[in-house]
């Protein structure tokens, strides 16, 4: 796969300068760039780096001198992450899954496939499925009964997707991804000393020790257009009403959304991040990496927390937070600074006691 600096440019609508119909293979960073490579240097700190390696071509910051930089084209960006999403979405070369259906594949007679489906290695196909048109489904996945899932999805090795899941288009998972598994819900004939915990913020009272009984999940899992999760994702099924993760969310590496939980549109779910059941996600959310939502409590539109953030209560839109338990990002910060202070106020606390004591009595 190859392209010239000006068809590159034109796509990420971005000027270039030099010789334009140079030809790029791939992109590099710029002390790594070869003389075929497209090297992504859009900042000033990376132009020392750029004569470490021998691109000709390279994406720049705007004002860049590319000829002093020994350069023969370059590209020049303003927003460089956005230009980074454009380069390699040209330049991707994805994962080889070959077009049409492997004769391993297991599909079920009802099924229905769209035009230019491709589906790989022993991927299983359930019953009374739908498969959206153009969509890719790699090696070792399977797609449950009656589980719906949009056009232009990529399914990647060993992710699973449960049976009645509805999933919109150009979804994206990752490598193990699991969608559709019954969520974590039990329960014990009498109240338990968890209940009670729960109630009291730590007394487990008189409850006995009890076995769990299991509370199946009758819901499903409801995706939007645009989503994609990563590797080893878990979201669960609802136990009555569907679990929801709005359009255009993104859940990055091990994230899990418990069951009857609904996520919002456009939010970001970093890694590790745990979202326990029953918990309503506004729009545009940003949780960090290792963030912990307890259960049954909202979190409003365009909330952000810092990585390891504990949610324990409900947090109004727009509030930035960090923490646990999660407080406002600049009150952490307080708390932290005069946790910091402690020793030092401990020395002078002790100091001074020491001088008080030995003073001798007043007459």
């Known amino acids: 796969m190859q392209f010239t600096v000006q068809q590159i440019a034109q796509s990420l609508g971005a000027e270039a300068e030099g010789i334009t119909d140079l030809a790029v293979l791939r992109a590099a960073e710029p002390k790594d760039a070869g003389p075929t490579d497209l090297a992504m240097a859009m900042a000033p700190k990376f132009a020392e780096s750029l004569s470490a390696g021998s691109a000709r ?3 720049l910051w705007e004002g860049a001198d590319w000829k002093a930089l020994g350069l023969e084209a370059a590209i020049f960006v303003k927003r460089p992450r956005m230009a980074m999403a ?3 979405s040209m330049l991707d070369r994805g994962q080889g899954i070959a077009k049409g259906i492997h004769p391993s594949a297991i599909i079920d007679p009802s099924a229905e496939l769209g035009a230019d489906v491709s589906i790989g290695p022993l991927a299983v196909i359930g019953a009374r499925a739908k498969v959206g048109a153009g969509s ?8 449950g009964m009656d589980a719906t899932i949009g056009a232009n999805a990529l399914l ?5 997707i449960g049976a009645r899941c509805q999933i919109g288009d150009r979804f994206i998972a990752q490598p193990g991804a699991r969608i559709g598994g019954d969520g974590f819900s039990f329960v014990t004939p009498e109240v338990s000393g968890a209940e009670n915990a729960r109630k009291t913020l730590g007394d487990q009272g008189e409850a006995k020790a009890q076995s ?3 509370i199946h999940s009758l819901g499903a ?9 990563g590797s080893n994702c878990t979201v669960d099924n609802g136990t009555i009403r569907n679990t929801v993760i709005g359009s255009g969310t993104k859940l990055d590496n091990l994230v899990h959304v418990g069951h009857n939980t609904r996520v919002g549109r456009d939010c970001l779910l970093c890694g590790q991040t745990g979202v326990s059941g029953s918990v309503e996600i506004g729009n545009n959310v940003v949780l960090g990496g290792q963030t912990g939502v307890v259960d049954n409590i909202f979190i409003g539109d365009g909330v952000i927390s810092g990585g390891g953030t504990k949610i324990l209560s409900n947090v109004p839109a727009g509030r930035v937070i960090m923490g646990y338990p999660g407080v406002k990002m600049d009150s952490h910060t307080e708390i932290y600074k005069a946790q910091r202070r402690l020793p030092r106020l401990a020395r002078d606390i002790a100091a001074l006691k020491k001088a008080v004591f030995k003073q001798p009595p007043s007459d």
């Not at 990647?156 to 699973?160: A, D, G, K, L, P």
């Open 136 to 143: 890719v489904i790699g090696s070792h996945c399977v797609i």
């Open 86 to 88: 454009g380069v390699t």
């Open 57 to 59: 071509a390279a994406v």
């Open 156 to 160: 990647r090795e060993m992710v699973s």
């Open 221 to 229: 899992v409801e995706i939007g257009d645009d989503v994609e999760v």
């Open 212 to 214: 769990w009984l299991r």
